[in-house]
T-cell receptor, first 114, second 111 residues
Framework: KAGVTQTPRYLIKTRGQQVTLSCSPISGHRSVSWYQQTPGQGLQFLFE???????NKGNFPGRFSGRQFSNSRSEMNVSTLELGDSALYLC?????????????FGPGTRLTVL | DAKTTQPNSMESNEEEPVHLPCNHS???????IHWYRQLPSQGPEYVIH???SNVNNRMASLAIAEDRKSSTLILHRATLRDAAVYYC????????????FGSGTKLNVKP
């Protein structure tokens, strides 16, 4: 079974631009979550989608948004990039997102904002 | 959301058992205890999880205190490949995938 894939793996943008990151979950998984990882803040939850609906959201500004498609693939968008948005963005999928389901993480997208 | 407390770092010798502690004194009756680890330059990977009873799998064992206010992840024989940051996480039945990772324990394994 193929794992979670994220594209692109690396990205360099400048302040003010916007960016879209993509995540393909494991086949059959319907829940996709996004996380931001920085040296200072560690791993922080962004949001979670299940069956094309956002079920949960972390404490991030509205510049961070996402969506999920009918095939469970998900995209995350960050508008008006700031230097502080430089981070590793991780996507994780699970079968149903229930608290007893394990999550499978992708390798992440490394975003650098200049 | 319930929080967890873990030591910042621990050290172990290769081939020896490692006990990684986690305190979660505010745990509720429906919180599952999950452990993940993150190897350098990789995304986190699932290790083990449990609710009330001790659990074993091919990677590790999870010992849960009777009052559930603490748990211990046990690696039976540490290898160099086990060097990683280990996260203890509580997952609320009503909060789906809203993980709070905390700062984790950085495990260093000495040859």
């Amino acid at each position: 079974k193929a794992g979670v894939t994220q594209t692109p793996r690396y990205l360099i943008k400048t302040r003010g631009q916007q960016v879209t990151l993509s995540c393909s979950p494991i086949s059959g998984h319907r829940s996709v979550s996004w996380y931001q990882q920085t040296p200072g803040q560690g791993l922080q939850f962004l949001f979670e989608y299940f069956s094309e609906t956002q079920r949960n959201k972390g404490n991030f500004p509205g510049r961070f948004s996402g969506r999920q498609f009918s095939n469970s693939r998900s995209e995350m968008n960050v508008s008006t990039l700031e230097l502080g948005d430089s981070a590793l963005y991780l996507c994780a999928s699970s079968y149903s997102g229930s608290s007893y389901n394990e999550q499978f993480f992708g390798p992440g997208t490394r975003l650098t904002v200049l | 959301d319930a929080k967890t407390t873990q030591p910042n770092s621990m050290e172990s010798n290769e081939e020896e058992p490692v006990h990684l502690p986690c305190n979660h004194s505010t745990i509720s009756g429906t919180d599952y205890i999950h452990w993940y680890r993150q190897l350098p330059s990789q995304g986190p990977e699932y290790v083990i999880h449990g609710l009330t009873s001790n659990v074993n799998n091919r990677m590790a064992s999870l010992a849960i205190a009777e009052d559930r206010k603490s748990s211990t992840l046990i690696l039976h024989r540490a290898t160099l490949r086990d060097a990683a940051v280990y996260y203890c996480i509580l997952r609320d039945v009503d909060n789906f995938n809203k993980f709070y990772f905390g700062s984790g324990t950085k495990l260093n394994v000495k040859p």
